[in-house]
């Protein structure tokens, strides 16, 4: 049995550019988190998905993020003309989707560095 | 506003000896509580959960506990052994029409265990 899994695990990029992350969850979990931590805070929500539907959306998720999960399956951030600001370790988080009082599984995090 | 408080940054203790974690939470519309632990350059690791019409649940080495009354949650790891050392982040959720979806996290505390 596989756990979360994101890639890439770091990505280092130019202010300005877009970078996209993949997440594949945990095969029967059909619902899907992802999470923004920074240093010293621990994790933030920023979006959720059940099955293939967007539930809700942080407003930390500013117009130049965007997330998908076409097939109930995998899922991608895209943030797009990156900003330093936008340095973080970017998680995702999977749960089985049968109710309340649900745990959320986490991945391994994608790392990501603006400059 | 941080709706969940871990007010100790850190904590040392011996091999052995019991290792307490605290955590405080202002929204008293919390009704389910989660202890994740955090290696370095990893995601965060469920370690163990309650619901708020409990007060107390264990598993092996680790309880938590909760007073509603006094918005407060614990965790405790008996014996404490190396391996614990980690951040260990406290979480948060309401029930959403049946779904506890989003988790709200405190930031964190390092736990060192001394051999």
């Known amino acids: 049995d596989t756990g979360v899994s994101q890639d890439p695990r770091h990505k280092i990029t130019k202010r300005g550019q877009n970078v996209t992350f993949r997440c594949d969850p945990i095969?029967?979990?059909?619902?899907l988190y992802w999470y923004r931590q920074t240093l010293g805070q621990g994790p933030e929500f920023l979006t959720y998905?059940?099955?293939?539907?967007?539930?809700?959306k942080s407003r930390l998720l500013s117009d130049r993020f965007s997330a998908e999960r076409p097939k109930g399956s995998f899922s991608t951030l895209e943030i797009q003309r990156t900003e330093q600001g936008d340095s973080a370790m970017y998680l995702c988080?999977?749960?089985?989707?049968?109710?309340?009082?649900?745990?959320?599984?986490f991945g391994p995090g994608t790392r990501l560095l603006v400059l | 506003d941080q709706q969940v408080k871990q007010n100790s940054p850190s904590l040392s203790v011996q091999e052995g000896r019991i290792s307490i974690l605290n955590c405080d939470y202002t929204n008293s519309m919390f009704d389910y509580f989660l202890w994740y632990k955090k290696y370095p350059a990893e995601g965060p690791t469920f370690l163990i959960s309650i619901s708020s019409i409990k007060d107390k649940n264990e598993d092996g080495r680790f309880t938590v506990f909760l007073n509603k009354s006094a918005k407060h949650l614990s965790l405790h790891i008996v014996p404490s052994q190396p391996g614990d050392s980690a951040v260990y982040f406290c979480a948060a959720s309401v029930d959403s029409g049946g779904s506890n979806y989003k988790l709200t996290f405190g930031k964190g505390t390092l736990l060192t265990v001394n051999p």
């Open positions: 095969s029967e979990h059909n619902r």
């Open positions: 998905f059940q099955n293939e539907a967007q539930l809700e």
């Open positions: 988080a999977s749960s089985l989707g049968t109710g309340e009082e649900e745990t959320q599984y």
